[in-house]
């Protein structure tokens, strides 16, 4: 079965009852937990970002804080499983402020959190990958903006 494009869908959902609309998104999200995660985010917390933002920093520090020691092995999926848990809520947000604030609470994170980064080529390419999506999204952003990430970039750039 071929998916609808957007264009369609929306045509689609203009056309029909809100009753039936609301039917259908809740319908959506009994399927998939992630769908579920989306539409409370939409409902409940897209009206104060700082805050959301906030959260899910909160929420990568304590798995920070929970890094499995000398074993890089088991912190490299450790890192990998936040950095989804980070993407994941970039999507949810869908701004470049929200992608560069998050990507670079990652690095900080990897940065102080002690990792011997110089062991492992992987957690190495983690962190420099980081920094380049957050360079690259820091470039969309308004130029009073840019600022004070860029400062902040530089100096985890420096400290490789």
Excluded: W
Excluded at 19 to 45: D, I, P, Q, W
Excluded at 48 to 57: F, G, R, S
Excluded at 91 to 116: N, Q, W
């Amino acid at each position: 079965m071929k998916a609808a494009t957007i264009h369609e869908l929306k045509q689609e959902l203009n056309a029909i009852a809100p009753a039936r609309v609301m039917e259908l998104c809740l319908r959506l999200a009994r399927f998939k937990k992630e769908n579920k995660e989306l539409l409370t985010y939409l409902l409940f917390e897209a009206h104060d970002e700082e805050a959301y933002i906030k959260n899910v920093k909160k929420e990568m520090s304590i798995f920070f804080e929970d890094l499995p020691g000398p074993n890089l092995h088991l912190t490299k999926k450790s890192l990998r499983k936040i950095l989804r848990i980070a993407n994941k809520h970039i999507r949810y947000i869908g701004t470049d402020l929200a992608e560069v604030e998050l990507l670079i609470s990652f690095c900080m994170g990897i940065k102080t959190s002690k990792i011997p980064m110089h062991k492992s080529p992987a957690i190495t390419n983690i962190y420099k990958r980081q920094l380049e999506k957050a360079t690259a999204a820091l470039k969309l952003l308004h130029e009073d903006l840019q600022y004070d990430y860029v400062k902040e970039l530089e100096l985890m750039s420096d400290e490789e």
